[in-house]
């Protein structure tokens, strides 16, 4: 018999709490009816300076089979907070998550970059990403070579090694998900394999909440200057000398044009 509930909640707080939190996000933008656009991350947007949908795009899921398989997933991959003794445990757990969801997006957003300034691919300028699968892929990833004996069990059933369930995933999403973030689910496994093998080590308590408190400045910053949420009560103050000639990019129309104001007044502001 397996385990009740309770006590794999138990032993699983953090990857319960993240279970829980995707799960209110998705009925919650089910409730309101809102398009996987709004809450997104795209090239075009991040260009336009919304930094703060490399967030909500983690945490979010529009399609229900996507919020099942990747929270299904997540609960097995969840036994990483239970191997301390191989040097993972909650806390390795908690700090690389933060890794993975701030990583993994800049690099599907890089990707991004170089398929369009390079490749002159304009598709990739506003294909959108919604989802927690990056860092998914990231954890499969990083147990297949910490831990390369255990199972990945998805919606229950079905039981893949996970030494080759990350690529195995990757196909399967690819297959019954056609929507599904080829991309995305690849900077997952590099960032996963750049942790799983020291290239990015050395995180700590003091690293991870100077990481999250920098990460919440930036997305408070950039949701006020994009007009995402009304925050009325910050108010970012100029630093520029207003005698000086000011530098600035005006907002109207869909291109941005860096023009240079002599007569007026006009000051830039500078976060």
Request: negative net charge.
């Given at each position: 018999m397996g385990k009740p509930l309770v006590l794999e909640i138990w032993?699983?707080?953090a990857t319960s709490c993240i279970i829980?939190?995707?799960?209110?996000?998705?009925?919650?933008?089910?409730?309101?009816?809102?398009?996987?656009?709004?809450?997104?991350?795209?090239?075009?947007?991040?260009?336009?300076?919304?930094?703060?949908?490399?967030?909500?795009?983690?945490?979010?899921?529009?399609?229900?089979?996507?919020?099942?398989?990747?929270?299904?997933a997540l609960w097995s991959i969840g036994?990483?907070?239970?191997?301390?003794?191989?040097?993972?445990?909650?806390?390795?757990?908690?700090?690389?998550?933060?890794?993975?969801?701030?990583l993994s997006g800049l690099l599907v957003l890089g990707a991004y970059h170089i398929l369009i300034q390079k490749f002159k691919l304009e598709y990739f300028r506003r294909v959108t990403?919604?989802?927690?699968s990056c860092v998914v892929f990231g954890w499969m990833t990083i147990l297949a070579v910490k831990q390369p004996s255990s199972k990945l069990n998805l919606f229950g059933v079905l039981s893949l090694p996970i030494s080759f369930a990350p690529f195995e995933s990757l196909i399967f999403t690819?297959?019954?998900?056609?929507?599904?973030?080829?991309?995305?689910?690849?900077?997952?496994?590099?960032?996963?394999?750049?942790?799983?093998?020291?290239?990015?080590?050395?995180m700590n308590n003091y690293w991870a909440l100077s990481m999250l408190g920098w990460i919440i400045l930036v997305a408070v910053l950039s949701m006020k200057r994009t007009g995402a949420v009304d925050f009325s009560f910050i108010k970012i103050e100029s630093v520029a000398d207003p005698s000086l000639p000011t530098v600035g990019f005006p907002t109207s129309g869909t291109g941005r044009t860096l023009q240079v104001d002599i007569q007026s007044a006009r000051v830039s502001d500078l976060v």
């Open positions: 032993q699983k707080p829980g939190i995707c799960s209110a996000v998705w009925f919650y933008i089910q409730k309101n009816n809102i398009g996987y656009a709004n809450v997104g991350i795209s090239y075009e947007t991040a260009a336009e300076g919304h930094y703060w949908r490399l967030i909500t795009s983690a945490f979010s899921h529009i399609s229900v089979l996507h919020l099942v398989f990747n929270m299904s036994e990483v907070e239970q191997l301390g003794h191989i040097g993972l445990g909650v806390e390795f757990y908690l700090h690389y998550t933060l890794v993975l969801v701030v990403s919604v989802g927690y690819s297959i019954i998900v056609p929507q599904a973030s080829f991309l995305g689910h690849l900077s997952g496994i590099v960032v996963g394999y750049s942790i799983a093998w020291g290239l990015i080590h050395g």
